[in-house]
């Protein structure tokens, strides 16, 4: 560079202390851990909700909540863990090891990058305060259908503004990491050989653009229908309520995959790391994850087989939602590929991640299930369906979040876990989430519904076990909790690459990352999914 | 020697409070809201509070970024990423407003038609499906449609024009055409301030002649909620390029560096294009 002036630093680039360093944030790394921590209160907070169900479920008959109370509870469970707790962690996993991973020296927009964190307490704010509002919180499932939202009282109100600015949180997230992947990757580090995790979150930034804007829209037809006299959801003024579902779902598939795609991602480092060999077909998983990018906008009426739309609308909808199983299961078949004759070993990473690989593809398997239009007729809103989204979202999206912390820790904080801690997590977890979510298969095949705080006799047993899971699983938590704070504080000095088989650039810097690692870029050589080999240049600081 | 496409530095902003101000104004906003929509007094208090916040985080952090690009921090890679943000920003709105089209699509080709057929004769026994509606099936409120072929066409008209006239501000701009690139500016800025004055003579008139309200219907929400965030989004529009009228008198692009000219350009096309599918699709077919 011909002349390298003053300016071009900014004034103040060491680090601040105290409450303003987490306040005023510009850094990547910290940023992403105010994510990480309030996602994890989120998880403890929606997990407590979830409790209170599992309580009251515990036995037919009321015995803990009324019904309207029951309802704000599982709405309000649905919404927090996804736009509370499994949304903001993968941002924050985004935002520490983007720039990590491609040798970027920050997020593109490092001010906008705070704002979209700092956008999240006030509308958790508005979401958990709207217990105390009149009429209470959102008692419209978290899918918040209408006819169901346009009534409702002022709790309903409070969730959609906290939607708008959860939404203008996730887009300018978003904005960050696409920019941040497609302008400020080291040279060297080509798309079609950069990490896997870039990949999926990359895809996962372009759905996000794109559909929560569309559910800006659908909440606020509901409030515009609730407040201010239209008619979108309403037959009278020539609305219909189905509109709504339309709407909502194109948002709301996708969703799916924004939990989704990044938990992918996460698997396709931790796998090979702990097989010691490249993770196979590289090529074929960024086509896999780029055409979910494509097909996730073609299956949202799988959401409403019940709504008697006409029968070619099903069959459409039916055959592209077994098409979409199939890139998923080019992923699943690459991981077992991987893993097939590696030199394995089984930390608690790899143990999460192959934990992930089997429940997904339960899940997977029982998603296929109910996009059988005539099955669907059969399961629809049952604890069937249930049981089917906590396989892909529990054992799924948050298992691989837990292997992802585990597996970054030592680069973050610059001390080992403890791994007889974490392999107990991973078991207790692994069992306990079987125990509460396998019997509501069960439960639903015969016949139990979904958001109800009483059920027929026939089903107690079912509901006993699945409490008594719950409560452990939820306990089981605590144990990761204690393990972090423990090992932040005592953990044993990480080295530079605690894992053998670790190849990405974030393992290439020192430990713990250097608060600004980067600031020049580096030059690189790399191989497929980031495998780093060479490196010149690149500073820290 | 480095190219500015090779440039190995990139300008990471120091810590900054504006985010957290702006985080505080929208909780005012969202909190202020949902408590006026329940007509509780409070609310308004709390919406100009978030109001007079949000105004102030804009000028401040605006202000921050302009100090910046004018102390030269900015290069070649900072632009760049300035002009993905903007494009992807618009495609966010892109998709806002994809959800209300989905909607006018939705109503006009199912429910309506749907409502008047012979399945729902029990229900609305006098109800017949058309476009536009002259009354809902289940309301008792008679309206006009607004027509296709007076106001709004020529507010196609001016938006149209304003599309060339900061086309043309544009290429003074990068010419170095001072004047043409003042004049054309502060025409485009006329235009979209006459656009929303001849919008608001329409919705007067739709309003007190046409008996056409936000709660007439299919018809009357569809016009109302697309022309309405349409002509939120030209007032935006207005501001942001008056704002950039301003910079430019007081000498900020030059014919490399002007990124704020072109988003607001941008952000304008986008502007009319979404009009030019609401004319076809809510105005004229
Ligand atoms: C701590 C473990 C969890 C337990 C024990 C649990 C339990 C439950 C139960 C019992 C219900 C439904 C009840 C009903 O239909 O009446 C439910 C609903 C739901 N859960 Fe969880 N959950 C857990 C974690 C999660 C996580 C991590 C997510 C991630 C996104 C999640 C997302 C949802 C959603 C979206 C619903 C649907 C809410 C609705 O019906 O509107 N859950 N959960
Ligand atoms: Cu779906």
């Known amino acids: 560079m011909a002349t390298v002036t003053d300016t071009q630093h900014a004034p103040h680039s060491h680090k601040p202390s105290g409450l303003s360093r987490w306040l005023t944030a510009t850094n990547h790394k910290d940023i992403g851990t105010l994510y990480l921590w309030f996602s994890f209160t989120m998880f403890l907070s929606g997990g407590v909700m979830a409790l209170c169900i599992r309580a009251e479920l515990f036995h037919p008959g009321l015995q803990f909540f009324q019904p309207e109370l029951f309802n704000q509870f599982t709405t309000l469970h649905g919404l927090i863990m996804v736009f509370g707790a499994i949304m903001p962690a993968f941002t924050g996993l985004a935002n520490w090891m983007l720039p990590l991973m491609i040798g970027a020296p920050d997020m593109a927009f490092a001010r906008m990058n705070n704002w979209s964190f700092w956008l999240l307490p006030p509308a958790a704010l508005l979401l958990l305060t709207s217990f105390a509002v009149p009429g209470g919180a959102a008692a419209a499932g978290w899918t918040l259908y209408a006819p169901l939202s346009t009534q409702m009282g002022m709790g309903m109100d409070m969730t959609i503004f906290a939607i708008h600015i959860m939404g203008i949180s996730s887009i300018m997230g978003s904005i960050n990491i696409i920019v941040t992947i497609l302008n400020l990757r080291a040279p060297g580090m080509t798309l079609m050989k950069m990490p896997m995790f870039a990949w999926a979150t990359l895809i996962t930034a372009y759905l996000i653009i794109a559909v929560m804007p569309v559910l800006a829209g659908a909440v606020t037809m509901v409030l515009t229908d609730r407040h201010f006299g239209t008619h979108f959801f309403n037959a009278a003024g020539g609305g219909d309520p189905i509109l709504y579902q339309h709407v909502f779902w194109f948002f709301g598939h996708p969703e799916v995959y924004i939990m989704a795609l990044p938990a992918f991602g996460i698997v396709s480092h931790v796998i090979p790391t702990f097989a010691r060999k490249p993770l196979f077909g590289y090529t074929s998983m960024v086509y896999a994850t780029s055409s979910i990018g494509i097909l996730s906008f073609m299956v949202w009426a799988h959401h409403m087989f019940a709504t008697g739309m006409p029968a070619t609308a099903q069959l459409f909808f039916m055959y592209a939602t077994m098409l979409i199983a199939v890139p998923t299961g080019v992923k699943v078949f690459n991981w077992i590929a991987t893993m097939w004759e590696g030199a394995m070993t089984f930390e608690t990473p790899m143990l999460f991640a192959i934990g992930f690989i089997m429940l997904f593809t339960i899940g997977g398997l029982s998603g296929v299930t109910l996009s059988v239009a005539a099955v669907d007729i059969a399961l629809h809103a049952s604890y069937y369906v249930v049981a089917h989204f906590h396989y892909v979202l529990v054992a799924g999206a948050l298992f691989s979040l837990f292997a992802a912390i585990y597996y970054w820790f030592p680069k973050m904080t610059g001390k080992m876990y403890n791994e007889r801690l974490g392999k107990l997590h991973f078991w207790w977890s692994m069992v306990w989430f079987n125990v509460t979510f396998f019997p509501m298969h069960f439960l639903g095949l015969a016949g139990m519904p979904r958001r109800i705080p009483d059920y027929a006799l026939q089903f107690t047993t079912f509901n006993e076990i699945a409490s008594v899971g719950a409560f452990c699983f939820g306990l089981g938590q605590l144990i990761f909790l204690y393990n972090m704070l423990v090992s932040i504080k005592y953990g044993e000095p990480a080295p530079q690459k605690p894992w053998e088989g670790a190849d990405t650039l974030e393992w290439q810097i020192p430990t713990p990352a250097p608060y600004h690692s980067f600031t020049e870029a580096p030059d690189l050589e790399v191989a497929e999914n980031g495998a780093i080999r060479a490196i010149k240049g690149g500073q820290h600081h | 020697m480095m190219e ?149 066409a020529i507010n196609t008209l001016l938006l149209l024009t304003s599309g060339a006239t900061v086309t043309l501000a544009h290429w003074g701009l990068i010419r170095g055409q001072r004047r043409q690139l003042v004049l054309g500016l502060l025409l485009t800025v006329l235009l979209g301030a006459s656009f929303l004055t001849l919008q608001f003579i329409e919705y007067h008139h739709a309003l007190t002649e046409l008996n056409l309200t936000l709660s007439a219907g299919a018809y009357g929400m569809t016009f109302y909620m697309l022309t309405g965030f349409h002509g939120l989004h030209v007032l935006l529009g207005t501001i942001i390029l008056f704002v950039v009228l301003l910079r430019v008198l007081r000498g900020h692009f030059d014919e490399h560096n002007h990124f704020a000219f072109e988003a607001a350009a941008w952000y304008w096309h986008f502007v009319d294009v979404v009009w030019l599918l609401l004319f076809v699709f809510v105005y004229w077919l």
């Open chain 2, 4 to 152: 500015s496409s090779e440039q190995t530095h990139y300008f990471v902003p120091s810590p900054s409070r504006w985010p957290l101000v702006g985080a505080a104004a929208l909780f005012c906003l969202g909190l202020g809201a949902a408590l006026t929509v329940n007509g509780l007094g409070s609310g308004k208090v709390l919406l100009a509070l978030g109001f007079t916040i949000l105004i102030w985080m804009l000028f401040g952090w605006f202000g921050d970024v302009i100090r910046e690009s004018l102390n030269g921090v900015y290069h070649g890679k900072e632009d760049m990423s300035f002009r993905w943000g903007m494009g992807w920003f618009i495609f966010s709105e892109v998709m806002f407003f994809a959800a209300f089209f989905g909607a006018l699509f939705y109503v006009r080709t199912i429910s309506v038609p749907e409502l008047g057929d012979i399945t729902h004769k029990l229900l609305y026994p006098d109800f017949s499906a058309a476009w536009p509606l002259a009354t809902g099936p289940g309301i008792t409120q008679h309206y006009e449609a607004v027509a296709a072929w007076g106001l709004p």
